[in-house]
């Protein structure tokens, strides 16, 4: 989730005055930064994948599932390893420890973070190891639940919020002056508090918005539905009427930081041979993040009920939204310096590279930026571009400090870069650009963020390799998949539709094969999400599958094992942009709507929740078979010779 330092955090009132501070501090820190490192290159090619799993606690006797708020305990277990190659390192300079994998705290105490031990590397093989990878994380992880608890990977609890869907039990009480998010729903147990970056996070964005976050979610309109769509706040139990205010008919209200931040994802990152390649990865991925988040989509239910989006974007972009009202355009700029289009937490505003300059209509959106900041930048060396993209990430206040990691007179030493990282790790975009950490062999990288997490490993392999193995075709072969941002930010709310996949046209681009050198419009259609993946019959246009296949075809060191578990990814990721397999949404959808429990009224029964996780869990384990979400999940991996070969 970001930067996670050690200290107490600050609440609003005690940041206000330091916010000048860090922004100053943060952009000398970037620039030194920038000029030390913008001409390193020769790094390797790693990559890897972040998949945050929830704990579901099963009570068969009454058939309800709840969320098991046991990550601390969980995560004191996880990391011994970590922990004690640590204090290894520490007293004799070396370990004899070889993690598996790495764990991580995530925002809702209900969550864990998975990574692999280590990067994965430039070699094919790898993409055979992805899978087991997955699987032994979620092992480890497995071992250590209790017999009537499981490890789900989805990106969203269908009855987050609802009464009783915690164990243990919680309440949501907003009068209680201990509770940070004041939530009608959402009680302060099931923020993860074993580090007080969450909780004073959360208080924090509440408290500098000036009101609670409001998350209105359109209802799924099934044939029982009350029309209008309205909640009894009161008998919900407000007390100022505000939220009666802040809901929209037909909509389903949630009003708390945990509804966006306890969904889970899967992330990839990027490590780049330079900072020219790592911007170029930003700007190729940028127009495939819509696209793979359509592909992807599996939060069709939220707060109980069945809602009329697939996807968790806009929640979690809402579920941060710190602007004020002025920077909302709601009231006259008077405190504020800026009226903020977007979120927080949202798709970028700008290209990075040299090729978005040789079309002058791929940055079509106005850019809102400190021109104060962007000055210094450019007098401290930064190119154009770079220097508009850090001006704009500052233009936000830092919502999380630590007293302890401020001083005072300025003095901090040469490789610092906490107060750079403390405002851009709070900017959650669709990509980011990650600059190499002080003191680390580690390159310049980009994050890849939108995708929805997937009910199996089998799933979530596929998608890992494809966008993997499509960044590296895009590097070899130079081809360019840059379309306007506007019509980037546009496909981001198609994308987020219900069915997307069978429904909506996407802006993309077919003559991707023009080189970046060139300065010719872009020749732009709008295509299914079959033509994009799958290709126009009789045009130039093949599909980015058929990319990625040429570009294997092209490599030497495909073995056949690796061959066979790719062919069935692919198979994987064809059949569900053609409609014959279903995404997670609509497979959860119809789960839900056949459910003998269900009435028709959008209304997520319990018990349809208890056997969809019972289900989810079976299939994972690949003792239920549905067809309708993946016919062929054979892989025949050999992670440990690709080890020994590595």
Same mark, same amino acid.
């Given at each position: 989730?970001?930067?996670?330092?050690?200290?107490?955090?600050?609440?609003?009132?005690?940041?206000?005055?330091?916010?000048?501070?860090?922004?100053?501090?943060?952009?000398?820190?970037?620039?030194?930064?920038?000029?030390?490192?913008?001409?390193?290159?020769?790094?390797?090619?790693?990559?890897?994948?972040?998949?945050?799993?929830?704990?579901?606690?099963?009570?068969?006797?009454?058939?309800?599932?709840?969320?098991?708020?046991?990550?601390?305990?969980?995560?004191?277990?996880?990391?011994?390893?970590?922990?004690?190659?640590?204090?290894?390192?520490?007293?004799?300079?070396?370990?004899?420890?070889?993690?598996?994998?790495?764990?991580?705290?995530?925002?809702?105490?209900?969550?864990?973070?998975?990574?692999?031990?280590?990067?994965?590397?430039?070699?094919?093989?790898?993409?055979?190891?992805?899978?087991?990878?997955?699987?032994?994380?979620?092992?480890?992880?497995?071992?250590?639940?209790?017999?009537?608890?499981?490890?789900?990977?989805?990106?969203?609890?269908?009855?987050?919020?609802?009464?009783?869907?915690?164990?243990?039990?919680?309440?949501?009480?907003?009068?209680?002056?201990?509770?940070?998010?004041?939530?009608?729903?959402?009680?302060?147990?099931?923020?993860?508090?074993?580090?007080?970056?969450?909780?004073?996070?959360?208080?924090?964005?509440?408290?500098?918005?000036?009101?609670?976050?409001?998350?209105?979610?359109?209802?799924?309109?099934?044939?029982?539905?009350?029309?209008?769509?309205?909640?009894?706040?009161?008998?919900?139990?407000?007390?100022?009427?505000?939220?009666?205010?802040?809901?929209?008919?037909?909509?389903?209200?949630?009003?708390?930081?945990?509804?966006?931040?306890?969904?889970?994802?899967?992330?990839?990152?990027?490590?780049?041979?330079?900072?020219?390649?790592?911007?170029?990865?930003?700007?190729?991925?940028?127009?495939?993040?819509?696209?793979?988040?359509?592909?992807?989509?599996?939060?069709?239910?939220?707060?109980?009920?069945?809602?009329?989006?697939?996807?968790?974007?806009?929640?979690?972009?809402?579920?941060?939204? %710190?602007?004020?009202? #002025? &920077?909302?355009? @709601? /009231?006259?700029?008077? =405190?504020? $310096?800026?009226?903020?289009?977007?979120?927080?937490?949202?798709?970028?505003?700008?290209?990075?590279?040299?090729?978005?300059?040789?079309?002058?209509?791929?940055?079509?959106?106005?850019?809102?930026?400190?021109?104060?900041?962007?000055?210094?930048?450019?007098?401290?060396?930064?190119?154009?571009?770079?220097?508009?993209?850090?001006?704009?990430?500052?233009?936000?206040?830092?919502?999380?400090?630590?007293?302890?990691?401020?001083?005072? %007179?300025?003095?901090? #030493? &040469?490789?610092? @870069? /906490?107060?750079?990282? =403390?405002? $851009?790790?709070?900017?959650?975009?669709?990509?980011?650009?990650?600059?190499?950490?002080?003191?680390?062999?580690?390159?310049?990288?980009?994050?890849?963020?939108?995708?929805?997490?997937?009910?199996?490993?089998?799933?979530?392999?596929?998608?890992?390799?494809?966008?993997?193995?499509?960044?590296?075709?895009?590097?070899?072969?130079?081809?360019?998949?840059?379309?306007?941002?506007?019509?980037?930010?546009?496909?981001?709310?198609?994308?987020?539709?219900?069915?997307?996949?069978?429904?909506?046209?996407?802006?993309?681009?077919?003559?991707?094969?023009?080189?970046?050198?060139?300065?010719?419009?872009?020749?732009?259609?709008?295509?299914?999400?079959?033509?994009?993946?799958?290709?126009?019959?009789?045009?130039?246009?093949?599909?980015?599958?058929?990319?990625?296949?040429?570009?294997?075809?092209?490599?030497?060191?495909?073995?056949?094992?690796?061959?066979?578990?790719?062919?069935?990814?692919?198979?994987?990721?064809?059949?569900?942009?053609?409609?014959?397999?279903?995404?997670?949404?609509?497979?959860?959808?119809?789960?839900?709507?056949?459910?003998?429990?269900?009435?028709?009224?959008?209304?997520?029964?319990?018990?349809?929740?208890?056997?969809?996780?019972?289900?989810?869990?079976?299939?994972?384990?690949?003792?239920?078979?549905?067809?309708?979400?993946?016919?062929?999940?054979?892989?025949?991996?050999?992670?440990?010779?690709?080890?020994?070969?590595?």
């Amino acid at each position: 989730m970001g930067l996670l330092s050690v200290g107490k955090p600050m609440t609003w009132e005690e940041m206000k005055e330091w916010q000048e501070h860090v922004r100053h501090y943060g952009v000398k820190q970037f620039i030194k930064l920038y000029n030390r490192l913008k001409d390193e290159k020769g790094r390797v090619l790693k990559w890897g994948d972040e998949v945050e799993y929830m704990i579901v606690k099963l009570d068969h006797e009454s058939r309800k599932a709840r969320l098991s708020l046991r990550a601390e305990d969980l995560l004191d277990e996880l990391t011994q390893d970590e922990e004690q190659m640590k204090a290894d390192m520490e007293a004799k300079g070396s370990s004899d420890i070889q993690l598996k994998s790495l764990w991580r705290p995530e925002y809702a105490s209900y969550m864990v973070e998975g990574t692999p031990g280590t990067p994965y590397g430039g070699c094919i093989g790898f993409f055979n190891t992805v899978e087991h990878n997955m699987r032994m994380r979620r092992q480890a992880l497995e071992k250590l639940l209790k017999d009537d608890e499981i490890c789900i990977s989805l990106s969203a609890f269908p009855r987050l919020g609802c009464p009783d869907f915690t164990d243990p039990a919680t309440e949501a009480d907003p009068e209680n002056p201990d509770n940070f998010s004041k939530s009608l729903f959402w009680p302060s147990e099931a923020t993860f508090l074993g580090h007080p970056r969450f909780s004073r996070l959360s208080a924090n964005i509440r408290e500098r918005r000036g009101e609670k976050v409001a998350i209105n979610i359109p209802i799924y309109k099934d044939v029982n539905t009350p029309d209008p769509f309205l909640e009894d706040y009161p008998h919900l139990g407000s007390i100022d009427g505000k939220e009666a205010v802040a809901a929209k008919p037909d909509h389903v209200y949630m009003d708390a930081m945990g509804f966006g931040m306890g969904l889970c994802c899967l992330q990839l990152t990027f490590q780049a041979d330079n900072i020219a390649e790592a911007r170029n990865l930003y700007d190729q991925l940028t127009p495939l993040c819509p696209i793979m988040l359509a592909l992807t989509a599996t939060t069709p239910a939220h707060r109980g009920y069945l809602v009329d989006t697939d996807c968790r974007w806009d929640i979690i972009s809402a579920s941060v939204d %710190d602007r004020t009202r #002025e &920077e909302r355009g @709601l /009231d006259p700029l008077k =405190n504020n $310096q800026f009226v903020i289009p977007k979120s927080r937490y949202d798709s970028i505003d700008s290209y990075l590279s040299t090729c978005a300059e040789k079309w002058p209509h791929y940055n079509d959106i106005e850019v809102i930026y400190d021109k104060k900041i962007y000055n210094e930048l450019r007098e401290g060396g930064v190119d154009e571009l770079m220097a508009q993209h850090v001006a704009h990430l500052f233009i936000r206040d830092s919502v999380s400090m630590f007293r302890n990691k401020i001083k005072e %007179d300025g003095n901090y #030493e &040469e490789s610092d @870069l /906490d107060h750079f990282e =403390n405002i $851009q790790s709070t900017n959650w975009q669709t990509m980011r650009f990650k600059p190499p950490p002080p003191g680390d062999s580690i390159g310049w990288r980009v994050e890849f963020r939108p995708c929805e997490l997937q009910i199996s490993d089998f799933e979530n392999a596929a998608v890992c390799c494809f966008v993997v193995l499509l960044t590296r075709a895009l590097l070899s072969y130079k081809w360019n998949l840059l379309i306007p941002i506007s019509l980037v930010d546009e496909n981001m709310k198609r994308a987020q539709k219900r069915d997307a996949v069978l429904t909506q046209k996407f802006y993309w681009r077919t003559d991707i094969f023009t080189l970046c050198d060139e300065s010719m419009e872009p020749v732009i259609q709008e295509l299914s999400i079959d033509e994009i993946i799958n290709g126009i019959p009789g045009t130039e246009y093949q599909g980015l599958l058929t990319l990625v296949r040429e570009y294997l075809r092209g490599q030497d060191d495909v073995e056949v094992d690796t061959s066979c578990t790719l062919s069935n990814y692919w198979r994987l990721l064809s059949q569900r942009a053609s409609g014959k397999l279903e995404t997670n949404a609509h497979w959860i959808r119809e789960f839900i709507r056949k459910h003998p429990e269900y009435k028709g009224d959008s209304v997520v029964p319990d018990g349809a929740v208890y056997d969809l996780m019972v289900a989810i869990d079976q299939i994972q384990k690949g003792t239920r078979k549905e067809p309708k979400l993946f016919a062929n999940a054979e892989r025949k991996t050999k992670t440990k010779e690709i080890n020994e070969k590595a």
